[in-house]
């Protein structure tokens, strides 16, 4: 089985393992105010990042996809975890400490997307709901092999990368624009931490460089809206701005939300 | 009916798996319009516009698929809020201006989806890589050969590429002056104006016994502009080490020679003056003891030691076959072929140009009034250049080790007669020297596992 195939097998286990212990809740009908939402969701990452001491700038693109549950404990007051595949693209990072440098173009690698964030409600109003919500998600790359081409012997680079990302901030709901249509503003404070670590055969030569990254920009705008097909399903979409020195990320996610 | 919604989840986790399996890595961005950094049909890897590269802002290069008619064409570009300003008709190739505020990468991306688009790209940015202003740079092919001709009009012409990549090596590093290269040699013209402010002293003669490496006979002035002649000055050549210093160190008398103990007595005092590469443009063919004892105690001090094989068409001479602690460096000329007189045996590492090379020479050698620079030939020249591409992996991997150095030298070299001696041969070694290779970051584009 391919690498790829592998991977993609972990991450289907990963995620039937959660719809397994997921099932119950959902299953069971809880107290009264505890109610339990499951989903799917799929974000487009997209962050500038920097590296050796903020000297050297690249992207980190990435397509993550995750089923989520959110438990209401009660009301205003949710925890929601999710787990996943994710796609990371760490596109332009420069290992300038390996024995032949090497510039990584060789697109995205997979990894372990795992999560978790809690919200409470601040205030409600008939026009507007403010929560304020917080979360953690953090990636584990799988390891990846590349050859070294162009060299009078052969060389292989082995390499996994990595990163995490907080988020916390208030989200502002209204509600006055109709039953099924919920728009909201997401400001956020975020930060956005990776490594990738590579390390470099070439017949007798060797090295292991570890790149420590972050992420540029730490306010994240959003803008989206939830909108309730049914009683049950709901659809939300999402797209943020991370304003940075010389620029802007633009990243944006969608998931379908189960009811329960 | 809870038990009909979670069977609903897992049909759609079962979809959304289904979905996710074709999604190799690499593969993200199909079908999603942000996706813009990965290629899902190897179309294009889109540029990063923080990764340093450079294309013209506004402008994309689009070509479509044969058979797609000029009105339905021009219908995708109006769609696009683009216009053509011209077209590379022999290849089918439009390029377009886009309006005011649409992003390159983004345009790129979204044309890429559509089938009938062959391809679109950024309109990239090239530039001519670093080269000097330096007088008689054209006439250095060892750095940086068009196939212009060797030297006076009139003379042989060399291959294009026939060169170690200084220039394009130079885009990475031009060297750091902590960087200390001892030309341990027939000393140097100390007031050259092409070497006057490259010296990190007066050095040691060891042939008169003073602080004035002077050169009397002129190899140690030719080799030191090989490695290290003031360059970008507007003035004669430009030294392959750019930026970094010299040190000369006087063992061969006026003749080019000098006795092994005086030879052995130079490495010593270079390595333990702060040389960082040592170069040993010179040779006899009897192995001694005292010598490989001077070698391995410069080895083992930090300093990387390169010497040429010989001139003789024979086997290689010490001190550079001392294999343990030298890089043995063999000619090859501005065709990348081996000329008949470069030494060879099992000890060569590598080869570098040695034949017809441009550099320094004392001031007043070839007369009055005459230019202070020449040509000559040699395995001298082709240490020289290896001892300057030491001196620049060095300047930018402090912490390697000689033998990692040696080893950089060695696998980054271009095998130039491969079509005869395949892999490492005993005449050009791993082959000839390529900068390029051995310091500008290379490009990893191949998947993962591919």
Redesign the interface.
Known sequence: M????K??WT??GW??LF?FLS?PL????GPEGLSVK?G?GME?L?R?VSWDENAF???L???L?A?QAEVEARPGLSACFQAG?A?S?F??L????L????????????GLLLGAGIKARASASPSFDIEIAASFDACFGFP??????????E?S?DGRSSWMRIAAGPVVWYKGLSYYVYPFVRVQYTALWGSFRMTET????GGTEKKAVSGRGLVAVSLGALSEITE?IGLKAEVTAIPRS??LD???SGR?V?S? | MKKSVVSWIAAAAAVLVFVAVPLRPGAAGSGNPGSAAVSPDGKIALPNPDSGLRFVPGRVLLRFKKGIPSWMSELWIASYNAREIGRLHQIRTHILELSEGVSVEEAVAALNRHPEVDFAEPDYIASANVTPNDTFFGYQYALYNSGQPISIPGSPTGKPSADIKATAAWEETRGDSEVVVAVVDTGADLLHPDLENKFAGSGRDFINEDFDASDDHGHGTWISGIIGAETDNNLGVAGAAWNCRLLPVKVLDENAEGAYSTIAEGILWAVDNGADIINLSLGYSEDSLALSDAVAYAYEQGAVLCAGTGNTGSAVEYPAAYDDYCLAAAATDYNDARPPWSNFGPEVDVAAPGASIFSTFPRGHFGPGSLDYGFSDGTSAAAAHVSALAALIISVKPLLTPAEVMDIIRFSCDDVNEETDPEWDEFLGYGRLNMEKALVPIVIKNRSGE
Request: net charge negative; glycine share 18%.
């Open positions: 391919s690498r790829t195939g991977h993609v991450a289907a995620t039937a719809l099932a959902a299953a069971q009908q499951a799917v487009y997209n500038t700038t690249s992207g693109k990435g397509i996809l089923f595949y796609l693209d596109g332009g420069v290992f300038r400490g024995p032949f440098s090497v510039e990584y173009q060789a697109g995205a690698t997979g990846g092999e590349w050859a070294l081409e162009g060299l009078a012997v060389g680079l070439v017949a007798s030569l049950a010389g620029g633009i990243g944006a379908v189960f329960f």
